[in-house]
């Protein structure tokens, strides 16, 4: 997994900047996945965390909205996979302009129409960021699959819901395995075997 994190252009550049971008690249990378879910558990079930500045804020730009924030959540991921995929498909330049703009468009008209809060389109537009932050696309495209595990559990359980997911995904991780060496190596290798497979 650590080898997902690591581009090309990291040899080329000074230590203290390339250690701070990866550092950033692992930061992101959780944020891609999790931050859709995390927002769903703080609003629905702990809003009380929340600075009441923030939640008089939130609460404010959810007035007159009439979805669920769980059905706003999962009807944005939705939009912006769809103009993913028309970016990919469209000619050249023209597919940046049609997701640039498409979003833009939309987002707005969803918006106006109290279909969407304002907090929603921020929080999916930053998921979508952080995504394009990680360098490997396969990478990027498990973790669209993982953002709805999160999604799910967190509108049922709230924080519960997180701590099930974190587990599953890190049990997961924990139990695979390439070319016999374990996944999330270095930093799970606990026994001594191990340790001789990771030097040879």
């Given at each position: 997994l650590n080898a997902f994190y690591q581009a090309s252009e990291d040899y080329y550049q000074r230590w203290q900047i390339m250690s701070f971008t990866r550092i950033l690249r692992y930061l992101v990378s959780f944020l891609s996945f999790t931050l859709p879910g995390l927002y769903i558990?703080?609003?629905?079930?702990?809003?009380?965390i929340l600075p009441t500045p923030f939640a008089i804020?939130?609460?404010a730009s959810r007035e007159g909205i009439t979805f669920s924030t769980v059905t706003e959540i999962i009807l944005m991921e939705i939009i912006f996979e769809l103009f993913r995929e028309a970016g990919i498909r469209a000619p050249g330049a023209i597919g940046h302009v049609v997701?640039?703009?498409g979003g833009l468009v939309i987002g707005q008209a969803l918006v106006d129409a109290n279909i969407i809060s304002p907090m929603i389109i921020i929080i999916v537009a930053f998921t979508a960021?952080?995504?394009?932050?990680?360098?490997?696309?396969?990478l990027t495209s498990a973790f669209r699959l993982v953002r709805y595990l999160f999604i799910i559990l967190c509108a049922m359980l709230g924080l519960y819901?997180?701590?099930?997911s974190m587990l599953l995904v890190l049990a997961h991780l924990s139990s695979l395995e390439s070319f016999k060496m374990p996944y999330l190596a270095p930093y799970n290798i606990s026994n001594q075997n191990g340790a001789s497979d990771l030097k040879d």
């Open positions: 558990a703080t609003l629905n079930f702990h809003p009380d804020s939130i609460a997701s640039l703009v960021i952080c995504t394009f932050g990680i360098p490997d696309y396969g819901g997180f701590l099930i």
